[in-house]
């Protein structure tokens, strides 16, 4: 048993850095969808580089019978901490008689402190963000360091409220963020909330309009500048940046396995000198050769599949451990084992196997048992 433990651990380690590589990465995927879940819920209008979007489209977008109610906000921005850097999310400026209407419908509730007073430095955020900031509720995000730089908002920001149950989301009253922000940054945006499952709808009616303006009445100066933020829109662009990433992943996935495999074969190979004796005398007491082959694959079969188990179970346990211990009190966001991980490693098992089966076999089969025993 104990010879086998220079493949095992070749086919273990292998397993767990292929998985733990495809994981982190996973974990960038993760991250956008986790701090942008909020569009799984509002659809954002905006403006990129006027303060208003033309009242006419407003109104437009407002009368698609898929549109339940919107809500206008005043945004500004925060940094928050993810495992691939900075992320920027967004800070919503909400009029007082929305705000409770806002957290409710991005699923949240208030489970400590209190709402923003009205053109006050104040904010509600999930329990996530504040943890990702290091602060708790009666604490204060300092600007310099926590918002975009140059800030939109050069005040210290007080955390009054901590959200949770829903998407992640901050916000802070409207009226001061209109004061505080300097025009040539504000912008007047919507959050547009879709009825019950007709967000897809919705959001296809309105980006229609914004591509092809004139087919509904407008010019195209009215909508050059309007930009409709939706979650299906922002991950499918992070998943094409992501797209070069994963093929030298397989690259390097083809690199690990081609090493471990021919490592794989060269302790296959002194392994089996290790037990030329065994062989040759299990062939002089008349074992047939195709007797001793089904051993040594049935061995190696169990080898690979142990190994890659161990392997598996091994990345598992150290990123639950990880998750539990560091990423989760920091607010910071860690993919699972997922199946594409377990699929990049499934080549080296396979490989490994038939690499150290074609060595032992075909040393097997030129095995002279009569020469073994007069050696020893």
């Not at 149950?165 to 940054?185: H, K, M, S, T």
């Not at 500048?225 to 083809?254: C, M, P, W």
């Not at 080296?348 to 690499?355: A, D, F, N, T």
């Amino acid at each position: 048993m104990a010879r086998t433990l220079p493949i095992g651990g070749a086919i273990v380690i292998s397993c767990f850095l292929i998985a733990a590589i495809v994981t982190l990465l996973n974990s960038v995927d993760r991250s956008i969808s986790t701090h942008y879940g909020l569009l799984r819920h509002f659809s954002v209008l905006t403006s990129q580089l006027e303060r208003e979007v033309a009242p006419e489209v407003v109104q437009r977008v407002k009368r698609d019978p898929n549109l339940s109610h919107a809500i206008v906000v005043t945004p500004s921005g925060n940094n928050i901490r993810t495992v691939f850097g900075q992320l920027p999310v967004p800070l919503y400026g909400v009029d007082a008689s929305d705000m409770k209407l806002a957290i409710a419908d991005s699923g949240n509730r208030l489970v400590e402190g209190r709402l923003p007073r009205p053109n006050t430095p104040e904010v509600v955020m999930t329990r996530l963000w504040a943890n990702n900031f290091g602060k708790k509720c009666g604490e204060w995000i300092h600007a310099k360091k926590e918002m975009l730089s140059p800030p939109t908002i050069p005040q210290d920001q007080h955390i009054v409220g901590i959200l949770d149950g829903g998407e992640n989301v901050a916000f802070a009253d409207r009226v001061y963020l209109q004061l505080e922000i300097p025009d040539v940054v504000q912008r007047t945006s919507y959050l547009m909330v879709a009825k019950p499952g007709r967000i897809d709808a919705f959001n296809q009616n309105v980006q229609a309009m914004l591509d092809n303006p004139k087919k509904f009445g407008f010019e195209d100066s009215q909508v050059r500048f309007v930009k409709l933020f939706t979650f299906n829109n922002l991950v499918g662009e992070l998943r094409s940046h992501l797209e070069f990433l994963y093929q030298f992943l397989a690259i390097a996935d083809g690199l690990v396995i081609g090493a471990v495999a021919l490592m794989s074969g060269f302790l296959a190979n002194i392994y089996f000198e290790q037990r030329l004796g065994e062989f040759g005398l299990l062939s002089a007491f008349g074992f047939r050769r195709e007797r001793l082959a089904r051993r040594v694959v049935i061995e190696t079969g169990m080898l690979v599949v142990v190994g890659w188990l161990l392997g598996i179970g091994l990345t598992w346990t150290l990123f639950r451990v990880l998750d539990a211990v560091y990423t989760t009190p920091r607010g910071l966001v860690l993919a699972e084992l997922d199946i594409l991980a377990i699929r990049y490693t499934l080549p080296i098992p396979i490989l490994v196997g038939l690499s150290s089966l074609a060595t032992v076999l075909s040393r097997l089969y030129r095995l002279d048992p009569i020469e073994i025993m007069e050696r020893r």
